[in-house]
């Protein structure tokens, strides 16, 4: 019988996943002087070490291993070691393909030494292998559980967790899960929401930051946070687009807006509104709530807003079918002339006669809508339901409200744990409690303490800057008062702040939906 020569690749890995266990007893170095002992009193040679550090054993996509697959199909190897089978990978679909087929066809042996696995032997430890494998899977995903919890625990305190800060912030020095402002990319996020409700597209908008040479978020963060407008970096559209879909430019941190579709995948997906975790006031604002809602209504209305010939077509989005609810679109004439409205459930659906085309000239429409739009301004808005509706006084004082609510409660439990300190003292001094107790229950209230003083003193800056926005919008909120009276220079801004929608019926008649009532 020939004997076989072994070329030995030991595979090595550490991940998080481990942090549960003893950090010693699986580190790389331990693994390393394990496995070399097992070669050493087993005569056999070391080819070479795969090593991996820091890689989840849930995927079998890891550099180290890779290169070692690559060796064993060159013949480089044809023996593989670990300290365990939880080194080779906790994903036991994955582990069993490994184990039952590749090896197998590759002539590779496999030792997990520990585990007494050895695959030239026939033995009970080998026949345990799938259930093994199966083990060292629910334990990876126990770990993941575990961790989601926690991160979700720490998201619901209002910590952020995020690898990087949104462009326009970075991280607090002295916490890294707060968020503080970054001087002079805020103010770019600021202009960028200023020109979008000013009209620009975020193209045009791309332009005017990429010609300025401003550095974009990505170039930005590989300065290590220096500003240089000599670096060159494209502004595109997707970008500007995350900037102005942000809520947490508002103060208020929103997180788990994105997840895993489970811990085995690297697939992203978007999670509903209502599943996002929120923590309200948790950072300084860039961007006002008022400017932010705006934004977004102004991106529904030009969801569907496009250019069509040479002209923007002002009322694009606005414009619903009366009969069937759907957007009635708007098309242009085989000789670029003229402008005309079609229903898009009737043209999706012509044949059937779902609905029917709703065709009108756009300038005629176009037309009287300003009209109406300008005589509604100049006449019949009432200045204070408008100014109302533009400050947005009422949200503005119920959150100045909910602010003062929110210190009171905070100052009152401050209080209270003041008084049990004071009382478990007073506890020790009569022997009612030992010294390790009172120590135990000091060293949890001082940190409750500690974190309700932080709290008030954000709250306080909170209300401090709500009143100031109070005194300083009121020169702004007459600019504004005096565009909706006049109406001269009409945009999609100005309209998706006045206008909900616009229908025409079968018989071309023309109703316009306020959001701004009339006071006739």
Known sequence: MIKTTYKVGIYIRLSKEDEDKDKESESITNQR?????????????????????????????????????????????????TKDMSRLGRDYINFGYYIEKFFPEHNVRYIAITDNVD?????????????????????????????KASIITKKKQGLFLGTYAPYGYKKDPQNKYKLIVDPLPSLVVKRI???????????????????????KPSVYKKMNNKYNKKTKGIWE???LFGILRNPNYTGNLFQNRRKKVN???????????????????????????????????VHQ???????????????????????CGHTIGINISADKKRYYTICNYYRKYSKQKFCTSHSMRYEIIEDIVLKDIRKMCKENIDIN????????????????IDVVKKRNILETKLNNNNRYLENSYLDKLKGIITLKMYKNITKKLLKEINLQQRLIKDLEQEKKKIEKYNKSNNQDLQTKIKEYLFFSKPNRSLLANIIDKITIDENKNIEIYYKIKRVW
Request: aromatic content about 10%; overall charge positive; hydrophobic content about 35%.
């Open 301 to 323: 209305k030009n969801k569907l807003h496009h250019k069509i010939g040479k002209r923007n077509i002002l009322l694009q989005g606005f414009i619903k079918c009366k009969e």
């Open 385 to 400: 339901k408008l100014e109302s509706v533009l400050n947005n006084k009422n949200r503005k004082q119920k959150l100045l």
């Open 263 to 297: 811990y085995k995948s690297k697939k992203i997906i978007d999670v509903p509104k209502e599943k996002w975790i929120t923590a309200y006031n948790t950072h300084e604002a860039i961007i006002d709530m008022d400017t932010y809602e705006r934004v977004q209504n």
């Open 119 to 147: 695959t030239l032997t026939d033995s009970v430890n080998n026949d345990l292998v799938p259930f093994k494998a199966l083990f060292n899977d629910f334990y990876a995903k126990d770990i993941s559980k575990k961790i």
């Open 193 to 215: 929401y200023k020109l979008y409700l000013e009209g620009k597209s975020l193209q045009k908008i791309g332009r005017i930051l990429t010609k300025e040479k401003i550095p």
């Open 33 to 81: 002087s394990f496995i070399l002992d097992y070669l050493k009193e087993n005569n056999y040679t070391l080819y070479k070490e795969y090593i991996d550090d820091g890689v989840s054993g849930t995927t079998f996509d890891r550099p180290a291993f890779n290169k070692m697959i690559a060796d064993i199909k060159k013949e480089k190897i044809n023996m593989v070691i």
């Open 237 to 239: 559209e997707r970008t």
